[in-house]
Nanobody, 123 residues
Framework: QVQLVESGGGLVQAGGSLRLSCAASGRTFSSHAMGWVRQAPGKERECVAAIRWTGDSTYYADSVKGRFTISRDNAKNTVYLQMNSLKPDDTAIYYC????????????????WGRGTQVTVSS
């Protein structure tokens, strides 16, 4: 069992930055792929970033490439999402997601989900 708790969301002006954190509990964290999925009102869920358990392979949605960076610290059971050059279109609830299999996670079918943290970008 893996439990995920997100933090770091908030209100920021366009062009600003935020760093989201996801603290995971459970012994399997270091062997799981981790990712961030966002859901905006009226829009489909989108996997914006994911990272393999080894940390040596990542995925980014085209909408965030060059602006967002995902990283993980297996010693701290934590995954991060650094978000720079934020746009109003980035406004959404951001969920931390975990799954043993990287392709399952990027397909929005990850096994474990956090409760989400709200990110609001004002214009």
């Amino acid at each position: 069992q893996v439990q995920l708790v997100e933090s770091g969301g908030g209100l920021v002006q366009a062009g600003g930055s935020l760093r989201l954190s996801c603290a995971a509990s459970g012994r399997t964290f270091s062997s799981h792929a981790m990712g961030w999925v966002r859901q905006a009102p009226g829009k489909e869920r989108e996997c914006v970033a994911a990272i393999r358990w080894t940390g040596d392979s990542t995925y980014y949605a085209d909408s965030v490439k060059g602006r967002f960076t995902i990283s993980r610290d297996n010693a701290k059971n934590t995954v991060y999402l650094q978000m720079n050059s934020l746009k109003p279109d980035d406004t959404a609830i951001y969920y931390c997601v975990s799954d043993p299999f990287f392709p399952v996670l990027t397909a929005l079918k990850g096994r474990y989900w956090g409760r989400g943290t709200q990110v609001t970008v004002s214009s």
